[in-house]
């Protein structure tokens, strides 16, 4: 079983930044992919970034490419989600998720951070 849990959501003004942590415990090893997703309100929950465990290989989604950072601490059993130039646009709950690098589907999720961009 894996846990995950958010924090470093919070308010920003437009162009600010804020670093999201992920924090994960139970059986977390080298075979899974963490990824970091946003529902916004009364929109589909898209995601923004992946990386893998062990190898360290990113994925961006072009809507966050060369703003949004995504690496991770092994030691720590932490992702971090490095946000910056943020938008209004960018408001949402933002959601941490693990999957098995050898499944295509995410099964394990956080609880969310609200992420608020002022203009």
């Known amino acids: 079983q894996v846990q995950l849990v958010e924090s470093g959501g919070g308010l920003v003004q437009a162009g600010g930044s804020l670093r999201l942590s992920c924090a994960a415990s139970g059986r977390i090893f080298g075979s899974y992919v963490m990824g970091w997703f946003r529902q916004a309100p009364g929109k589909e929950r898209v995601s923004l970034a992946a990386i893998g465990w062990s190898s360290g290989s990113t994925y961006y989604a072009d809507s966050v490419k060369g703003r949004f950072t995504i690496s991770r601490d092994n030691a720590k059993n932490t992702v971090y989600l490095q946000m910056n130039s943020l938008k209004p646009e960018d408001t949402a709950v933002y959601y941490c998720?693990?999957?098995?690098?050898?499944?295509?589907?995410?099964?394990?999720w956080g609880q969310g951070t609200q992420v608020t961009v002022s203009s």
């Open positions: 998720a693990a999957r098995r690098d050898s499944s295509a589907t995410y099964g394990y």
